[in-house]
């Protein structure tokens, strides 16, 4: 009787312990998972460097060396919204890209205008809207536009809206490359009135 009752004692005694490892793995295992980010798939990619503190100053047609990138601004092209009285401005660019991979630039998250006041404005979608309308489109190029591996884009993009008469103002691009987030470094440009063109003949329609 007495080494029935041990044994009896062993087994309920081995039950409880792995019962209670099973309750210990359970708590270890949701505690662990509890403690992951929650994954997102949109979530920003992380910006590594402060936006726009090495300004280069640029020339208009000349060609400016950054990043594996050779940009020149050729000219500043500017069509008149006869209903509204705005400049839709234009960027006629060359981009040379000396590395083995294509990417992909936009007038949105490449190129600002800075005005004199300070302010920037970016691209406006009613300015595509008028080139596709006025332009030739083997002249212009809509949102996004694709750099070719160790290749040359040309042609004219944009655009951006200036309310009011042309002034003075700094056109600006970021020259991003590969990564659209590389914004540590901006090319500026010192765009004055007499500068900016109405739209050559070869890109109207």
């Known amino acids: 009787m007495k080494k029935t009752g041990f044994i009896a004692v062993l087994i309920a005694a081995a039950l409880t312990t792995a019962a209670f490892a099973g309750c210990s793995d359970s708590n270890e295992s949701s505690s662990t998972s509890s403690k992951r980010p929650p994954r997102t798939s949109t979530s920003a990619p992380s910006v590594t460097e402060p936006i726009g503190t090495n300004v280069i100053d640029g020339e208009l047609g000349k060609e400016v060396t950054e990043k594996d990138t050779a940009f020149t601004l050729n000219s500043v092209v500017s069509a008149l919204n006869s209903e509204t009285g705005e400049h839709f401005i234009y960027m006629d660019i ?17 190129f600002y205008i800075e005005l004199p006041d300070g302010s920037e404005v970016y691209s406006d979608i009613r300015t595509q809207l008028y080139a596709k309308q006025h332009f030739n489109d083997s002249k212009y190029y809509a949102d996004p536009f694709d750099i070719p591996s160790n290749g040359q ?50 890109v109207l329609k």
């Open 94 to 110: 060359t981009l040379r890209n000396s590395m083995s991979k294509e990417y992909t630039l936009s007038t949105l998250n490449n």
């Open 153 to 202: 884009f040309s042609g004219l993009i944009g655009g951006i809206v200036i309310v009011g008469d042309i002034t003075d103002f700094k056109l600006c691009f970021f020259p991003t490359g590969d990564n659209a987030s590389a914004k540590g470094t901006v090319i500026k440009y010192d765009i004055k009135a007499s500068d900016v063109i109405d739209p050559p003949a070869e």
